[in-house]
């Protein structure tokens, strides 16, 4: 009887080694959850340059949405502000030229807690003709050029946000 009681006890010891090492290595696959601030307040790539070291130690979360402000020739030797974000659904076509000083800038960037960015895109102005298709070609051609910003910055994508 004793031999009978080892050896079932010994089976269920195994399967409960074996459960709780299934279980370790499962939760090893998991990823770990993160949180994202989406708030509506997005610094913009100069604003996270400045203040990176005083956010990452006090914000609680794991990435951020950001927004991108580059230059454009407005003429006349002057340049004319233009902000990617919020330009997306533009007649205007952006060009990467408009945003090298912000990609050589985000790329300098020594993130810490902040790994998980995304490049911040809202449906404004909204300018344009639906049924214009050199317009749709326009927006087409932003949207490529945000997500080509974000993959060369490594950024985890664009956060497209319909709401603006």
Do not use: F, Y
């Given at each position: 009887m004793n031999r009978i009681l080892q050896s079932l006890l010994s089976k269920k010891i195994a399967g409960l080694l074996l459960f709780a090492l299934l279980v370790?290595?499962?939760?090893?696959?998991?990823?770990?959850?993160?949180?994202?601030?989406?708030?509506?307040?997005?610094?913009?790539v100069e604003f996270l340059a400045a203040n990176l070291e005083q956010?990452?130690?006090?914000?609680?979360?794991?990435?951020?949405?950001?927004?991108?402000?580059?230059?454009?020739?407005?003429?006349?030797?002057?340049?004319?502000?233009?902000?990617?974000?919020?330009?997306?659904?533009?007649?205007?076509?952006?060009?990467?030229e408009y945003f090298e000083k912000q990609i050589k800038l985000y790329k300098s960037l020594k993130f810490n807690k902040f790994t998980d960015n995304f490049l911040h895109t809202v449906v404004m102005p909204a300018d344009q003709d639906w049924f214009n298709d050199q317009d749709w070609a326009n927006i087409c051609a932003n949207y490529a050029l945000a997500a080509s910003i974000a993959k060369e910055c490594g950024m985890q994508g664009i956060i497209f946000d319909p709401e603006e």
């Open positions: 370790t290595v499962n939760a090893a696959e998991q990823p770990r959850k993160k949180i994202l601030d989406l708030a509506w307040g997005s610094p913009t956010m990452e130690k006090e914000a609680p979360v794991d990435g951020l949405m950001i927004r991108w402000i580059g230059e454009m020739d407005a003429g006349n030797g002057k340049k004319k502000s233009i902000n990617l974000t919020h330009c997306m659904n533009s007649k205007v076509r952006m060009k990467r």
